[in-house]
């Protein structure tokens, strides 16, 4: 299990100011959206269950209380003082390891725009990426610098001010790009904003399979995406992502099929078909593998949680997860899911 190191001298104040301003939006157990569509203020009053989802490109940041994330056979915890960085959308298990009604966890969430990412990089004056060697990590700990936090305070707290948030608050987030890039996060940005590295072409094939993770992959279709050597391909795909393309695909499914049965009221045999898979025993044993109950007891636990008082036990992972319907003919409309 790797510790991330935390500052313990400099910016206790601003990361005191970070605390305040999100438990001032956030005075209620949830993930609460904002007036600022790329930011999401998270609290929690106790510890959490593990929770599948997906981080997606973006900034989180624990301003008070302590996570844990696992990513393949990796375990990494974070607290206040870090900052995690994803630049491609990874499937982890998450969840909150310290909180308290008396010091409740407070997070946040700032989804970050690729193109605003690309503009910026080409315009600045920073060192490229190696093109050689190995891909770089897509998702990165590091400690918060004075500056990058002071650009995230005064986000949240221009939530008290609406009128200027239209005018504002995207200069704001173009400062925070900035200063990623300038940090210790900006090798991962820019290596994603470099055209042709392998972390660029790797994020384009994931983005393909959130689309089209019901066809059934044939023989190296995904490292001709990529424009690679299927050896290659798979290398940085486990690198980037930390599962292998199948094991990717298999997330997708999974957790489609399981909001298809919560949300859309369809049976485990229904579900299945409808995420691509054949055969009804495939499809219960590796959904009884990766959420560690059948389909039909999953869900009927699910359906007994959403049914009793709310307990911050079960509430869900923030600024993660995402819920993507899935269509016909394959086609899926994405967007955010909340507690």
């Keep these: 299990m790797s510790k991330q190191t935390r500052p313990h001298t400099f910016g206790a104040t601003l990361m ?20 600022i569509p790329a930011l999401t203020l998270h609290r929690r009053q106790a510890p959490t269950d593990a929770l599948h989802c997906i981080y997606n490109l973006g900034l989180g940041v624990v301003a008070q209380g302590d996570k844990q994330v696992l990513l393949g056979g990796e375990s990494i915890d974070y607290g206040p003082g870090q900052s995690m960085l994803t630049t491609i959308d990874l499937p982890v298990v998450s969840h909150v390891t310290r909180a308290s009604a008396a010091e409740p966890f407070l997070g946040m969430m700032l989804t970050l725009d690729v193109r605003s990412i690309v503009q910026l ?7 490229r990426p190696r093109r050689e060697g190995s891909a770089y990590r897509s998702i990165s700990f590091e400690a918060l610098d004075v500056a990058l936090l002071d650009a995230l305070v005064r986000l949240i707290k221009l939530l008290d001010e609406p009128a200027l948030v239209p005018r504002l608050a995207p200069l704001i987030q173009q400062e925070i790009i900035i200063r990623l890039l ?14 042709g590295s392998p972390s660029q072409q790797i994020a384009k094939v994931v983005a393909w399979l959130k689309q089209n993770f019901v ?35 298999k997330q997708l ?3 489609e099929a399981r909001q298809l049965m919560l949300n859309e009221n ?19 044993r590796e959904y009884s593998r990766l959420f560690g109950a059948p389909p039909q007891r999953d869900i009927a636990r ?10 911050p036990k079960y509430l869900q992972d923030w600024g ?19 507690s």
């Design 302 to 311: 699910m359906r007994l949680v959403v049914a009793a008082p709310p307990s």
């Design 266 to 284: 369809l049976d485990a045999g229904s579900a299945a078909v409808h995420v691509g898979y054949e055969s009804a025993s495939q499809f219960s």
């Design 215 to 249: 066809q059934a992959l044939h023989g190296d279709d995904l490292a001709d995406r990529a424009h690679m050597s299927p050896s290659t391909f798979r290398q940085h795909f486990r690198a980037l992502t930390g599962v292998s393309p199948l094991q990717y695909q």
């Design 253 to 255: 499914r999974l957790q």
């Design 182 to 195: 300038t940090g210790p996060h900006g090798p991962q940005l820019r290596h994603l904003a470099t055209a």
């Design 16 to 35: 005191s100011a970070l605390a305040h301003a999100i438990e001032h939006v956030a005075q209620t157990d949830g993930d609460h959206n904002t007036a």
């Design 121 to 127: 990089s080409s315009e600045m004056d920073e060192p």
């Design 320 to 338: 993660g997860l995402q819920r993507t319907p899935v269509h016909s003919r394959g086609q899926r409309v994405d967007h955010k899911a909340t």
